[in-house]
C-alpha cells in the first residue's frame, strides 16, 4: 500500500528531502573544526535504504488482518527510529539495534482492536505510531528479549473530524490525524484547536494526548490536557470511553490516567476536544533586556497580571544573537490575540508591565500588529523552525546536540538557571574534551514558574558520540531532579527519560501506575520499556549511564 512515510535520517518527509550537497556538509565540517580548534572533521555520507542489512520479518499477518499488514524492509526501517538524538545518529552510523517486525497500518478501531488480540497471542510487543516525531525513544522497538517480536501500529488512517458540535464548541477527531489535517478540517467549520507545537506537522492529535503535549502558546490553555473533553482508548483488556462533559468532581478522572500514559495502556483512537473560535485580532512585539534575570522578572510581572498572553517566548541572548546576528540583548516576544475583540488595551498594558522593568520596544512595529515573521522575532521564529532539519548534518561531523526542556517554581529560577548552566558546560569538557554552549529560552509561563528550556551542543567523538549523548543527558536529567525540577516539561518521557523520571517520582505512585498497567495490558505487550517496565519483564532503560561512566 502506497504511504507517505517520515525521513529515516532526519527531520521532514521523505519525498522532500534533497539530493546530498557534499560540499555544504564539507564546508559545515570545516567551521565545526575551527570553532572546536581541531585539525579536521570527516563527516559521514549519507545513509541510504539499502545500507541497511534488515533481517527477515519474525511475524506473518493471519489473512483476516493481512491487508493491514506490511513486513516491507523499508517502512520497517522507517518505524524503527523516531527523531531523537540517538535515532538520528544510529541512522548516520548504519547501526539500528532492531527493526520492528511489522508495520499495521488499521483503518477503524476494530482493526487497532483486532491488531492489538493478535499481537498478545503472538507474544509480539505493540508500538502505537502516530507522526513518528518522538524525541526520547517513544517508539523505538528495542525491547528487551521477552518478545517474540515487535509490531508498530502506525494510526495514520483514523484521520478525520467526524463530528463537531458547534452548540458546545467541541469536535470529535480519530487519533491518527496529523497537525495540518486537523486544522484544515476544522477551518470548514471556522474553527481551530489552537494547539502548534513545533512538531506540528509531523505529529498526531493521539500523539499529543499520549506524551501531554504543550503547544506554542505560552499561557492559559496552552497543554493538551487542558482540551480533551474525552476520548476512546482500545487496550488488550478492551475499549474504554469516558464520559463527555465539561468537568466532573466523580474522582480520579479517566480522561488524566490515559493522557500523558504514552501507549502503555492503550492506543487513542478518537477524542472529544475542545476546539475554539480562529483568532481575528493580533498584535506582537519583542521586547529586549540587557539582563536576563530581569527579563525573567518581566515574564513573572506578565503571567501574574493575567493578562495571559499568547506568546511570552523569552530568548537569551546568546541564542538570539545567534539566530538573528544581533546584538548581545535577551529577547521577549509578546503577542496577543483573540476572535472577540482587539487586543490592544492587552498589548499596551503589557508593554507598560515590561518596560517598567527595563524592556526596549519599537513601537512602530506594534502599530503594523507585526506577527514575528519579520524583524529579529520573524528571524528567530524562521531559525527555530529550520532547526530540526540541519540536525543530520551536524550528526554527521559528530556533533553532540541536543535540548532538554523542564519546569521550575518562580522562587527557584534564578539559582536553577545559574546550576544548570554551569553543571552542563562541566559535563561537556568532561565528557567530550571540549568546550560546549548552552542556552536558555522560555517556552510556557505560568503565574507560579517558568519552563526553561534548555539547547547545548559539543564535538564529540563521531564513533563514540551516541555513548557521549547518554552521559550527557543522564546528568541534564540528574541535575534537573536534584534541584527539584521536572525531566521533561512536554516532550514526554519515552525511553530516554526513564532514569529520570524514577528520580523526579515516588515508588508508590509508579507501583500504582504499574498496577493501572497490569489490568489493561495484562500480558505487558503495550510500548514495553516506557515509564515503566511490564510485570515480570525487565525491559530495560537506555539512558542510564552516569557522569563517571
Not at 540587557?290 to 501574574?304: E, F, P, S
Amino acid at each position: 500500500m502506497p504511504v507517505r512515510q517520515m525521513n529515516f535520517w532526519n527531520w521532514g518527509w521523505a519525498d522532500e528531502a534533497g539530493p546530498e550537497d557534499r560540499a555544504a556538509t564539507e564546508e559545515f565540517a570545516g567551521n565545526l573544526a575551527g570553532r572546536f580548534g581541531v585539525q579536521q572533521i570527516k563527516p559521514l555520507t549519507r545513509p541510504k535504504l539499502d545500507d541497511f542489512e534488515i533481517p527477515g520479518s519474525l511475524l506473518s499477518a493471519p489473512p483476516g488482518l493481512a491487508h493491514l499488514c506490511s513486513r516491507d524492509p523499508d517502512e520497517r526501517l522507517i518505524h524503527s527510529l523516531g527523531k531523537s538524538f540517538a535515532d538520528l545518529a544510529r541512522a548516520a552510523l548504519r547501526d539500528v539495534p532492531r527493526f520492528t517486525d511489522m508495520v499495521a497500518y488499521p483503518e477503524t478501531e476494530e482493526d487497532v482492536k483486532d491488531l492489538i488480540d493478535w499481537a498478545g497471542h503472538q507474544n509480539a510487543a505493540v508500538i502505537p505510531f502516530g507522526g513518528g516525531s518522538s524525541v526520547c525513544g517513544g517508539v523505538d522497538p528495542d525491547v528487551g528479549g521477552g518478545y517474540e517480536a515487535v509490531l508498530t501500529i502506525d494510526l495514520r488512517h483514523l484521520n478525520k473530524v467526524l463530528e463537531v458540535d458547534k452548540t458546545s464548541r467541541a469536535a470529535r477527531i480519530q487519533g491518527g490525524i496529523l497537525g495540518p489535517d486537523l486544522e484544515s478540517q476544522l477551518k470548514a467549520s471556522d474553527y481551530t484547536l489552537r494547539h502548534f507545537p513545533q512538531s506540528f506537522e509531523f505529529s498526531t492529535l493521539g500523539g499529543w494526548i499520549a506524551t501531554r503535549s504543550g503547544g506554542h502558546y505560552a499561557t492559559l490553555y496552552t497543554h493538551i490536557d487542558d482540551m480533551v473533553e474525552s476520548m476512546r482508548v482500545v487496550s488488550p483488556a478492551g475499549i474504554t470511553e469516558s464520559r463527555r462533559l465539561p468537568g466532573s468532581g466523580a474522582g480520579p478522572s479517566p480522561d488524566r490516567m490515559m493522557i500523558g500514559s504514552e501507549g502503555i495502556l492503550g492506543i487513542i483512537t478518537e477524542a472529544w476536544m475542545r476546539v475554539q473560535d480562529r483568532p481575528k485580532f493580533r498584535a506582537s512585539v519583542p521586547v529586549f533586556f540587557d539582563d536576563y534575570y530581569r527579563a525573567a522578572d518581566a515574564v513573572r510581572a506578565l503571567t501574574q497580571s493575567w493578562l495571559f498572553p499568547a506568546n511570552c517566548r523569552l530568548i537569551d541572548a546568546q541564542e538570539a544573537a545567534g539566530a538573528t546576528g544581533g546584538g548581545k540583548k535577551a529577547m521577549l516576544i509578546v503577542g496577543f490575540e483573540s476572535a472577540d475583540h482587539p487586543v490592544d488595551a492587552w498589548i499596551d498594558r503589557a508593554l507598560e508591565l515590561v518596560a517598567d522593568l527595563g524592556g526596549e520596544f519599537d513601537r512602530t512595529v506594534l502599530q503594523k500588529k507585526a506577527s514575528n515573521k519579520e524583524g529579529a522575532a520573524g528571524q528567530w521564529r524562521n531559525a527555530f523552525m529550520q532547526a530540526p532539519y540541519n540536525r543530520a548534518q551536524a550528526i554527521a561531523c559528530g556533533l553532540v546536540a541536543d535540548t532538554f526542556e523542564t519546569s521550575i517554581t518562580w522562587d527557584r529560577f534564578a539559582d536553577f538557571h545559574a546550576e544548570i548552566t554551569a553543571h552542563m558546560k562541566n559535563v561537556f569538557r568532561e565528557v567530550t574534551g571540549h568546550e560546549g554552549q548552552i542556552t536558555c529560552r522560555f517556552t510556557h509561563a505560568y503565574p507560579d514558574g517558568v519552563a526553561p528550556y534548555f539547547t547545548w551542543s559539543t564535538l564529540g567523538d563521531v564513533n563514540k558520540m551516541i555513548d557521549q549523548w547518554r552521559v550527557i543527558k543522564a546528568e541534564s536529567m540528574s541535575i534537573v531532579a536534584k534541584l527539584g525540577g521536572t525531566v521533561t516539561h512536554h516532550h514526554a518521557v519515552g525511553r530516554d527519560h526513564r532514569p529520570g523520571y524514577e528520580q523526579q517520582t515516588e515508588p508508590l505512585f509508579r507501583s500504582a501506575l504499574q498496577a493501572a498497567k497490569n489490568q489493561f495490558d495484562p500480558s505487558g505487550v503495550m510500548n514495553p520499556g516506557v515509564l515503566i517496565d511490564p510485570q515480570d519483564r525487565k525491559v530495560g532503560q537506555t539512558g542510564v549511564m552516569n557522569f563517571d561512566s
